[in-house]
């Protein structure tokens, strides 16, 4: 099924058809998953994925496929393992998982007295070969019997057999043996399940030393936060007289950096100064009390962030490095949300890291429901037709063929001095999608293919007139 739907194939339904049928096996082979809501999810979570691929085929999409496919692998063995660590041990049994089973098998082979091994051995090549033989030999049979089959045969095109594709097939074994199989070498990470959320153990609370130590660090780093937030936020108020004295690339740049490094050592602090059970004392509840305020004010770092991105893409356009940042603010929200009900209700490491988990799935899964090519495209062209910003067309053909239909209907704020190069780029771009089209089947197109082909198959931006001459040579193929 894998060499089938993807060998020597784009993106497209293949994978929506794949997954469903990875989905079924699952259910098949093991009916009482359907019991499982956490397998449930996961496969309604799987499925979507799969059906956006088949929609737009971007390789966000793909990705994001994958990754559900491995959690739903790992769910179907242990529910309760994080997402980090599931996704990793259904990873790493894809890799690895043939190899040591082969080792097992191989071991127990060896292990066999000579008698055993030759009559095991002798059994299996028996079994193995007499059905090929019979199969070649009725086959032959049938065509002498009859002319017609005969002709069909003829026709069968086995040219697509070669060195590449037993490569690719093979790929494709290790990766659905290891989402199916996995490897007792690994079992060891299983283990993390059963690990609770809740702290225990007041080692470190027992030093008070300890203590004094937190409450002296997060009283400063609040300090240092509240200035720094304060001078942003007064800064980002005159922001269209101070950004020509600092760009708004720099501006961006170092308030992403910058909020990286404290959200990291936000988190890391917390880890160690919350990750034992705390005993109600004053000083506890002032120490907890001026870590909320460290969460509180790395949130507000957060929000002038989000200002700074809208800032700079206004000013310059949206691209997929600008929808990337948007995903770290929100990760690093529901990660400072995570921490703070960690601290509040004494919940240990182990939670967070699970959390985070879920959080970078459900974020990955959500942008994953958006077609940013387009939203980027169509963007940049309200900002281009502003006049605020000169066109880049050269970023826009990067986007994907789906963009295409909305550059030729606003060529004129995207060309506006009419360049013959651009009309002839355009002119090279349009063609050369409707030629793919109609090379590829159904296993390689997306919806977003067809709606395109809808709106380019008749229209010509060089010449304003069809694709007359590409078109007819074409059409038959696709009916």
């Known amino acids: 099924m894998y060499s089938l739907l993807f060998y ?22 093991n009916p009482s998953l359907l019991k499982s809501t956490k397998w449930i999810m996961a496969a309604i979570a799987s499925a979507l994925c799969a059906t956006i691929t088949g929609i737009t085929g971007t390789e966000f999409n793909i990705v994001t496929n994958l990754f559900a496919m491995l959690v739903l692998s790992y ?97 494709g074994y290790l990766f659905l043996f290891g989402l199916f199989i996995k490897p007792k070498e690994f079992d060891f990470l299983a283990k993390e399940a059963g690990y609770s959320n809740t702290v225990e153990g007041t080692a470190y609370w027992k030093t008070i030393g300890f203590m004094k130590t937190g409450l002296i660090l997060f009283c400063m780093l609040d300090f240092l936060l509240l200035i720094v937030n304060l001078s942003d936020i007064l800064y980002l108020i005159n922001a269209d007289v101070n950004h020509t004295k600092i760009p708004y690339a720099q501006l961006i740049h170092q308030g992403i950096g910058s909020l990286f490094v404290s959200l990291l050592l936000a988190v ?93 799935l459900l974020l990955t899964i959500l942008f994953n429901g958006f077609n940013w090519n387009k939203i980027i495209c169509s963007h940049n062209i309200d ?24 550059m030729v209907n606003y060529w004129h704020v995207l060309n506006p001095s009419n360049e013959s190069y651009l009309n002839e780029k355009l002119d090279f771009h349009c063609r050369n999608f409707l030629k793919q089209y109609f090379e590829k089947d159904w296993r ?36």
């Open 75 to 171: 769910v179907t063995v242990n529910a309760n393992m994080s997402i980090i660590t599931g996704s990793f041990y259904a990873g790493i049994s894809s890799l690895t998982g043939l190899l040591f089973v082969t080792a097992y098998r191989v071991n127990n082979y060896m292990l066999l007295n000579a008698r055993e091994k030759n009559e095991e051995q002798k059994f299996k090549w028996y079994y193995f070969i007499l059905p090929f033989v019979a199969l070649l030999f009725f086959l032959l049979l049938y065509r002498e019997s009859s002319g017609a089959f005969k002709d069909l045969t003829n026709k069968i095109d086995l040219s697509f057999i070669s060195a590449e594709w037993f490569v690719f097939t093979f790929i």
């Open 444 to 479: 390689g197109l997306t919806f977003n293919d067809y709606h395109t082909f809808d709106k380019l198959k008749y229209y010509n931006p060089k010449t304003k007139k069809p694709f007359d001459i590409l078109y007819d040579e074409y059409r038959f193929d696709l009916y």
């Open 383 to 406: 900002l281009y037709a502003s006049h605020k910003v000169e066109p880049d067309t050269n970023y826009l053909f990067q986007l994907g063929t789906d963009c295409l239909p909305m």
């Open 268 to 360: 890391i602090f917390i880890l160690v100064w919350f990750n034992q059970d705390s005993p109600k004392t004053r000083m506890n509840s002032i120490l907890k009390i001026l870590a909320l305020v460290w969460v509180g004010l790395n949130m507000v770092l957060l929000l002038t962030n989000i200002y700074k991105n809208n800032l700079y893409i206004e000013a310059y356009g949206l691209t997929h490095l600008r929808v990337g940042v948007y995903f770290f603010l929100f990760l690093s929200f529901l990660t400072l949300c995570f921490c703070s009900y960690k601290i509040v209700a004494q919940k240990n490491n182990f939670y967070i890291y699970r959390r985070f988990g879920i959080a970078v």
């Open 8 to 29: 020597n194939q784009s993106p497209g339904f293949n994978h929506a058809v794949f997954t469903y049928g990875i989905i079924g096996l699952f259910a098949i082979s």
